[in-house]
């Protein structure tokens, strides 16, 4: 099948997307962060509802929102005082999800030389998160709380818009599920109105290239695997 230049760079934009864990602290043009989110904003939505709204998290004000979390995430008790306000997860565990969950982690843990019984390495590694994986730009993502399920989906479509834009541009992205957990903290970080609720984080910036967990290439299932052509 031949493939025209705009379809092989739009595949390419989509395919060479990867949650990337480690970056350069090479700076992101104003520009370039502000046209990403200009395109991503021409992602579809029920009736035209466009539900999202970003934070754009740079220099001191990104590192006092880590420096907020981290102190509140590494006290156990402090942590657990913290709960999403949303159910990102299932609350019950099935396969094949459960099974696929697993491999991600571990695949991931075992490129960092993690083995399974050293729980401090995992939650260093786990709170990496909270400081971007050392990306120069974060990204704080909410929604208005009124809107419902629908507006989700629009928003994952966003999301990935945005993820997509940054490709096209050479830059990376790690969209995070971590912050939902600190919501309360990044409320009064960046003084949120209490009808937006935190969706989640991500991190934007150039990936470096040298370290062992960008190296890591997940699985996907195979397209006959979840598609059924019914004619
Ligand atoms: C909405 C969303 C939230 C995520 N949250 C996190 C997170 O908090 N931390 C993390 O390291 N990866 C997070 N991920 C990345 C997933 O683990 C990753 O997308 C998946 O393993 C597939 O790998 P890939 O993105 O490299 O293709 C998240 C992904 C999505 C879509």
Redesign the pocket.
């Known amino acids: 099948m031949i493939s025209t230049p705009e379809q092989q760079a739009v595949d390419a934009a989509i395919t060479s997307?990867?949650?990337?864990?480690a970056y350069l602290p090479q700076a992101v043009a104003r520009e370039d962060v502000t046209a990403i989110l200009r395109v991503a904003g021409r992602a579809p939505s029920g009736t035209n509802t466009q539900p999202w709204k970003v934070y754009v998290l740079e220099g001191e004000r990104k590192r006092e929102l880590s420096s907020a979390i981290l102190a509140i995430h590494n006290d156990p008790e402090q942590a657990g005082q913290h709960t999403e306000e949303y159910a990102?997860y299932p609350r019950q565990w099935v396969s094949p999800f459960i099974e696929r969950r697993r491999k991600?982690g571990w695949d991931?843990y075992a490129l960092l030389g993690l083995t399974r019984d050293n729980k401090a390495g995992m939650a260093a590694q786990?709170g990496r998160?909270y400081e971007f994986?050392g990306a120069p730009v974060g990204l704080i993502f909410t929604i208005d709380r009124v809107m419902e399920q629908g507006s989700w989906l629009d928003y994952?479509m966003f999301?990935q818009s945005v993820m997509v834009a940054a490709r096209a541009r050479g830059l990376d992205t790690?969209?995070?599920?971590?912050?939902t957990q600190y919501h309360r903290v990044i409320r009064s970080a960046l003084d949120l109105p209490a009808n937006e609720m935190v969706v989640?984080?991500m991190a934007l910036g150039y990936a470096d290239t040298t370290k062992i967990e960008n190296s890591?290439?997940?699985e996907r299932m195979p397209v006959e695997e979840f598609v059924k052509f019914v004619a």
Do not use: E, K
């Open positions: 997307r990867r949650s990337i864990r990102y991600v991931l786990h998160n994986f994952g999301l790690c969209p995070q599920a971590a912050f989640c984080g890591l290439i997940t």
